[in-house]
């Protein structure tokens, strides 16, 4: 490194990027509530913060309850959640701006989101993002004009089984392709009741809002059962089994074996201490096509 690079000024941006949507005051945001509105929304407050003996544990339910009635936080539900709480709005946007499940912009009637982590990218969730971009014509966190679809990258929701994924409204829709994502978008446009890979019949963002926040979920088919994990997810228990493959034994507590030693002693006992190969106990695996795990496709 040369001493000119070395006096050169390193600058670097902190905070949120510049698409990234962060104030809750944006334009047409709501700043109040109505008397109408108030005494509705606190009488479902009510009912919530009955069943948490400390009030402050009631403000992710709570927040689902403002996004319900606005479909994105405003500085209206913000101001509400910090008046039935005794909170500040600094401690309550705080949380709020925290978790990516509550929305700082505007959102559709439903919110479409395509996993597009590792897994679901390379099994095509990349392509299904770039088939529902160029289909409804908006980008990442964009609506459509007619106010119908929310589009987004989503993270990861533990469905690799059936990668790629799609979410909408929080359920989920399984083994999807470019083909069946322009489909299904296409039929909750035309408003078209659409009923998920798992679950009961979609309903609307604001009604999804509505049960995160604790009421009562009353589609049909809702409380059922879904009958236990897909075949996907048990692919790997089975093949186990038929292999009579288990899980390493537990080695011995060290500190059952030093009980001399202190908690610090222990500690650096255990952090010295190499792990253990991963496939020691795993048998080799038989080469043929009886034995091989089922493929996608197959």
Known sequence: MTAQSQSEPVLIQLGARPEEAVQLARPGARASYSPEQRTRLRADADIILARYPQ?????????????????????????FCAE???????????????????????????????????????????????ALTDHLGIGHGETTEDGTITLEHIECNAACDYAPVMMVNWEFFDNSSPSTARALVDALRFGAQVTPTRGAPLCTFRQTE???????????????????????????????????????????????????????AVSETVREKPAPAPSATVPPRANTAETDPPTKGN
Do not use: K, W
């Open 210 to 264: 509505r049960i995160l926040a604790g009421f009562a979920d009353e589609r049909p088919g809702a409380l059922e059962s879904s009958g236990g994990a897909g075949e996907a997810s048990l692919v790997g228990l089975r093949y186990a089994r038929e292999h009579a493959m288990s899980a390493p034994e537990t080695e011995p507590n060290v500190q059952d074996e030093h009980p001399d030693l202190g908690a610090e």
């Open 55 to 79: 009030s402050r544990s009631a403000l992710l339910p709570l927040l689902h309850l403002v996004q319900s009635e606005d479909g994105a936080l405003t500085p209206a539900g913000i101001e």
């Open 84 to 130: 039935v709480l005794d909170l500040t709005g600094a401690e309550v946007t705080a949380v709020a701006t925290f978790y990516s499940m509550y929305r700082r912009e505007p959102t559709g009637t439903y919110r479409v989101g395509v996993c597009t982590n590792t897994l679901c990218a390379v099994m095509g969730g990349d392509a299904i993002m770039e």
